[in-house]
């Protein structure tokens, strides 16, 4: 079993940038490969980003190709998006997700995440 809890939402103007945290507990985190997903008002769950097992090889969703980056820190069973020049459609409940089925982002999406976080809210204001 792999609990994940994020942070680091909040309200941001556009333009600006944050950073997401998500801090995993339990066993085999640095097996798995790890995404992130969000989800805006109304709308479905959106693919975001991925990253394998080593933190490498990371993919991005064209919206935040560019802009966004991934990464972890197995050592403290933590992994990360660095969000910059934030725009309003960035506006989401933004989830952590984790594939203990693979160590690498093969389906780049919500397929074989068995693991989530309850999401953090990200707004960001024009």
């Known amino acids: 079993q792999l609990q994940l809890v994020e942070s680091g939402g909040g309200l941001v103007q556009s333009g600006r940038s944050l950073r997401l945290s998500c801090a995993a507990s339990?066993?085999?985190?640095?097996?798995?490969?790890i995404a992130w997903f969000r989800q805006a008002p109304g709308q479905t769950r959106e693919w975001v980003s991925c990253?394998?097992?080593?933190?490498?090889?990371?993919t991005y969703a064209d919206s935040v190709k560019g802009r966004f980056t991934i990464s972890r820190d197995n050592a403290k069973n933590m992994m990360y998006l660095e969000m910059n020049s934030l725009k309003p459609e960035d506006t989401a409940v933004y989830y952590c997700a984790a594939d203990p089925h693979s160590s690498s982002c093969i389906t780049l999406g919500a397929l074989g995440m068995d693991y989530w976080g309850k999401g953090t809210l990200v707004i960001v204001s024009s």
């Open positions: 990253i394998n097992d080593r933190g490498g090889s990371p």
């Open positions: 339990g066993d085999s985190f640095d097996s798995y490969a």
